[in-house]
């Protein structure tokens, strides 16, 4: 049925609309990976230990099934055969990450690792000789373990530290690298490193985790000025941090005002000071009020000089958003908020539920709303007057290691869809990034759940990668550039 005779039969048939499935040409389709992940060679050449290195060799009952990244999928020497997958899914751009500590063994910048340098022009090349786009993600998780052994992200002289790891990977890279992302999702880096669900796997939240959440953002405001001053006008690219954006939706009325002070407190934290300028003003009195009758000297975020405030803000070229799931939210009394995944909600008094509707998937907090992720981009626009977003992350974690991953076909699918219908509401997404290019280790997960479009054999020495359903499907997306109407959806060859 052609477009225009389905708008013919759409009085008879009012469930099928006309809708164009068909991408711009500038969007971008990718995957992504980060580096402890997938790399292994945790030790190769002279690599320097990473916290995560440090944290599994002392604490292997920290994962579930005693597994850590010593190995992963082997990609330090594999690295050319994820660049064929890249190129067999048809992509436009691939999303990793630099391991700092293979990069800079010391994590200082007095030492540049020419192994590590290698491995990473390597790969970049390697792409970019493909047609593919690296875009590059400078830390997603694995701090040195030495700069955490001299206070982490709790001490603000890493700000510095951080901004000299950027200095040298813009000047190896940055002729080749136009996509930028400083951090991966700074909640987990703060709350969750802080909450013993991540490195450096402290439970403070009340003090740590708050001071990472200033000092972090200053890093990134180092790495971007360094980038703007030094780099934009030879090579003109972008820079971004990637936000994790749980959709929250108040599960009644009443629920509404704290539904919306949940949203400071995941997202405004790491995004109001970078677009607005400052902390989110409410969510500031809150936790300032909270820390004074718990008899803290210093408010629980460290303020901002207004100097700061001018330094952090405007530091975002385009908006880097992970998008996964949805979660409903009720008030509730002072301390009954519950702990991980609810982070600080204690403090601001809210809960977290799922909505019957949202299909469920084997982890209890990790529902499936597609539609949630066009009314956040809109809500992105909106708060932030962002004009491009780019879908960093977002796909399905499954227990099986099944090729047949149907669902998550349609997840990727049913995000696509609502990518289109935004696009065409005439919000700016300039790219969708499936999570993940190939199953990989799941931090806490182990190897017990698989997210990718590549399956990997982990107990075969030479790691073999075999292409999932999934992986058939996200090549015709690309190849087409437009996804097929649903009912014929899996007839796709
Ligand atoms: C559908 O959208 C694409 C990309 O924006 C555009 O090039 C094409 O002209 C549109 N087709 C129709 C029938 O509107
Ligand atoms: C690297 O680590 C492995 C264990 O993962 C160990 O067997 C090997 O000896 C180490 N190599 C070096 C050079 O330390
Ligand atoms: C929500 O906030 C508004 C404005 O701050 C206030 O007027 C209203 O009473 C609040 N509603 C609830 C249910 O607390
Ligand atoms: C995006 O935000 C701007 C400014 O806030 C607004 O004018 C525009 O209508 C929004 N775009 C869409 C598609 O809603
Ligand atoms: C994984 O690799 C091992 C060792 O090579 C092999 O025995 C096993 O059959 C493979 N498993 C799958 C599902 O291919």
């Known amino acids: 049925m052609s477009c225009d005779s389905v708008v013919v039969f759409v009085v008879l048939v009012s469930t099928v ?20 992940q997938i790399e292994g060679g945790w030790n190769a050449s002279d690599k320097g230990e990473s916290t995560w290195d440090r944290a599994l060799h002392t604490h292997p009952e920290i994962v579930g099934d005693g597994s850590n990244g010593d190995v992963a999928c082997d990609s330090y020497h594999l690295w050319r055969r994820d660049v064929e997958m890249c190129a067999e ?66 001490n603000p002289l890493i700000s510095d530290w951080f901004a000299d790891y950027a200095s040298v990977v813009y ?3 940055a002729d080749r690298v136009k996509y930028w992302i400083t951090f991966n999702e700074p909640i987990v880096t ?44 030879k090579y003109n690219g972008k820079i971004s941090l990637a936000n994790i954006f749980v959709w929250f939706e108040p599960e009644t009325p009443d629920d509404a005002n704290v539904t919306e002070l949940m949203f400071q407190l995941y997202e405004g934290r790491f995004a109001h000071p970078i677009y607005l300028g400052g902390w989110p003003p409410e969510l500031e009195k809150v936790l300032a009020e909270n820390g004074k009758r718990e008899g803290y000297k210093y408010p629980r975020l460290p303020p901002f000089t207004p100097e700061e405030v001018e330094f952090v803000r405007g530091t975002a070229d385009y908006y880097a958003l992970n998008h996964y799931i949805t979660r409903q939210i009720r008030q509730v009394g002072p301390g009954e908020a519950g702990s991980w995944p609810f982070y600080g909600s204690n403090e601001i008094g809210a809960t977290m539920l799922n909505d019957p509707s949202w299909t ?64 065409n509401d005439g919000i700016h997404v300039i790219g969708y990034t499936a999570w993940s290019l190939l199953d990989n280790f799941e931090w806490a997960a182990g190897y017990a759940s698989t997210f990718g479009l590549y399956a ?17 499907y996200y090549s015709s997306v690309t190849r087409t550039r437009s996804l097929l109407p649903r009912k014929t959806d899996l007839n796709y060859e």
């Open 360 to 423: 469920p998937t084997f982890i209890d907090w990790f529902t499936l709303n597609p539609k949630a992720l066009r009314t956040q981009l809109h809500w992105i626009n909106d708060t932030y007057g962002v004009n491009e977003v780019m879908v960093t992350e977002n796909g399905l974690p499954l227990l099986s290691r099944d090729l047949y991953d149907v669902e998550r076909m349609e997840c990727i699918r049913d995000h696509l869809e609502q990518i289109l219908l935004a696009i």
């Open 190 to 233: 703060c709350d969750s490193g802080y909450t013993k669900q991540s490195t450096p796997y402290l439970d403070d939240l009340n003090t740590g985790g708050f001071l990472c959440n200033k000092n972090l953002l200053m890093a990134h405001a180092k790495a971007y000025r360094i980038y703007e001053e030094e780099y934009k006008l």
């Open 89 to 154: 899914l048809g992509l436009d751009m691939y999303r990793f990450s630099i391991s700092w500590p293979r990069l800079l063994p010391t994590g200082f910048s007095n030492k540049i690792s020419e192994d590590g340098k290698n491995y990473y022009s390597n790969l970049i090349d390697g792409l970019l000789e493909k047609g593919i786009e690296p875009v590059v993600t400078m830390y997603h998780w694995d701090l040195p373990q030495y700069l955490q052994d001299l206070g982490g992200w709790a």
């Open 17 to 36: 609309s006309c809708q164009n499935l068909t991408f711009p040409d500038w969007f971008m389709f990718g995957a992504a990976t980060s580096s402890y």
């Open 456 to 472: 990997v054999n982990f107990t075969d020495p030479q790691r073999t990668r075999t292409p999932r359903e999934s992986a058939r």
């Open 171 to 173: 000047y190896l890279y």
